[in-house]
């Protein structure tokens, strides 16, 4: 199974601050990957996929990069619904795969 | 509008079996793979499968082959997912989705609203 790591594990950021956050995949998965917000109690909500494309509704403060192994989630400008975890998703090899999760939170 | 809706919560005993009904309108239901999904208490997610409604097939993650089994009745846009053997380490909110595009993409855009299920002695 490929190994998504995601990184850090917590981000402490205010409202209006740059969000950064990081996706390694153990194996190149070329931009076969896909980022997920998930709020408490909440379903995940698909946010980016293949590796930089919006879905649809998402705000473009958000956009994503990289490709083979690193990947990127920027939210340009925190909101305060952006407080939340965000999952990375892989679909380069089966079975699909998550990452642990980063977590933003009110500094 | 799509819109995916799950069966109420359970509670199993150890060894028994969950049955998670998925019912979806708004899109054509044999157009698009349901995923399975599922999300153990303070856990992140781990995918489970996925079904193609349309020729009734599935796509299993290993850790569940022999134990998940997938199916759906098209006639009431309607897929289950059945869980056999349980044990504690199921615990978990399991949740169907819908693949975001018509070809299988293994992108999961709508998602039910998840179904707790608790397995306790």
């Known amino acids: 199974d490929i190994v998504l790591t995601q990184s850090p594990a917590t981000l402490s950021l205010s409202p209006g601050d740059r969000a950064t956050l990081s996706c390694r995949a153990r194996q190149r998965i070329a931009n076969s990957l896909a980022w997920y917000q998930q709020k408490p109690g909440q379903a995940p909500r698909l946010l980016i996929y293949d590796a930089s494309n919006r879905a649809a509704g998402i705000p473009a403060r958000f956009s994503g990069s990289g490709s083979g192994t690193d990947f990127t989630l920027t939210i340009s400008s925190l909101e305060p619904e952006d407080f939340a975890v965000y999952y990375c998703?892989?679909?380069?090899?089966?079975?699909?795969?998550f990452g642990g999760g980063t977590k933003v939170e009110i500094k | 509008q799509v819109h995916l809706v799950q069966s109420g919560a359970d509670v199993k005993k150890p060894g028994a079996s969950l049955k998670v009904s998925c019912e979806t309108s708004?899109?054509?239901?044999?157009?698009?793979?349901i995923h399975w999904v599922r999300q153990a208490p303070g856990q992140g997610l781990e995918w489970m499968g996925r079904?193609?409604?349309?020729?009734?097939?599935?796509n299993l993650a290993q850790k569940f082959q022999g134990r998940v089994t997938m199916t759906s009745d098209s006639s009431i846009s309607t897929a289950y997912m059945e869980l056999k053997r349980l044990n504690s380490d199921d615990t978990a909110v399991y949740f169907c989705a819908k693949d975001l595009f018509n070809w299988g993409s293994g992108w999961i855009d709508s998602w039910g609203q998840g179904t707790l299920v608790t397995v306790s002695s």
């Open positions: 708004g899109y054509t239901f044999t157009d698009y793979y």
């Open positions: 998703q892989q679909r380069g090899d089966w079975p699909l795969t």
């Open positions: 079904l193609n409604p349309k020729i009734d097939t599935t």
